[in-house]
């Protein structure tokens, strides 16, 4: 279903400057009408982010392919994402061929994630806690993609990722993020590469914003 609608929103997506071809075979193949609610599905294929309940949303597409793209995930590496929400992008990191570990802290969205993983076929691990703080038993980790907005960068994440490893997280103020894209260059040193604007919801949590 939707196939013609898919290609073009990948065409749309080269147009804007994504040119990474595993990135844009991966989002041919992953059906994003799976990942939102039914009265969504027809939206599903434009490029904006769309509500998933409780106040969240999945990214628009094109930040998907955007920061997969900065992240550049190698066939067999171990991936974190933080924020696994509807599940789309722990989908898109898989069929890059890389091991995803994925951490959501709204159990019903756990849930419901965890039965896309499983309805699919996906081998991914997920887990349901604060993940400001990272995923420990697993680390360290070739890559970490954050997909909520931080106030800064979590410390525990830091640690986690593993000497040459890159890290994509937006950090900033409740509202609007800048981009950063962080390559760990030793324990103590790292290069930062940064782009304006992108406007994700908050990361909750010890290492994140305080709950309203
Ligand atoms: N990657 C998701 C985008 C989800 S939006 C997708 O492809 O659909 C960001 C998600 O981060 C929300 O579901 C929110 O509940 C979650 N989140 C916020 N703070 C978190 C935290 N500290 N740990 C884990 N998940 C968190």
Same mark, same amino acid.
């Given at each position: 279903m939707y196939e013609t609608e898919r290609k073009d929103l990948i065409d749309q997506l080269k147009r804007k400057g994504i040119s990474n071809q595993n990135v844009l075979d991966a989002m041919i193949k992953?059906?994003?009408?799976? &990942?939102?609610p039914d009265i969504m599905k027809q939206h599903a294929y434009d490029d904006v982010a769309l509500p998933i309940g409780y106040g969240q949303t999945i990214s628009q597409p094109y930040t998907v392919a955007f920061m997969t793209q900065s992240l550049d995930p190698q066939p067999g590496q171990k991936i974190l994402e933080i924020g696994t929400g509807s599940g789309y992008q722990a989908a898109i990191l898989c069929k890059l061929g890389t091991r995803v570990f994925t951490i959501e802290r709204n159990d019903k969205l756990y849930n419901s994630a965890f039965k896309i993983f499983d309805e699919l076929g996906l081998r991914i691990a997920a887990r349901c806690s604060?993940?400001?703080?990272?995923?420990?038993? &697993?680390?360290?980790?070739d890559g970490i993609i954050v997909t909520a907005g931080s106030p800064g960068i979590p410390k525990n994440l830091m640690k986690q990722l593993a000497i040459g490893g890159k890290m994509v997280i937006p950090v900033g103020d409740r509202s609007i993020q800048i981009l950063k894209i962080i390559t760990k260059t030793s324990d103590e040193e790292f290069n930062t590469n940064e782009i304006p604007y992108f406007a994700f919801v908050p990361l909750v949590g010890r290492e994140g914003w305080k709950e309203k």
């Open positions: 992953v059906e994003r009408h799976l &990942f939102v604060d993940g400001s703080i990272g995923w420990d038993e &697993f680390a360290p980790y």
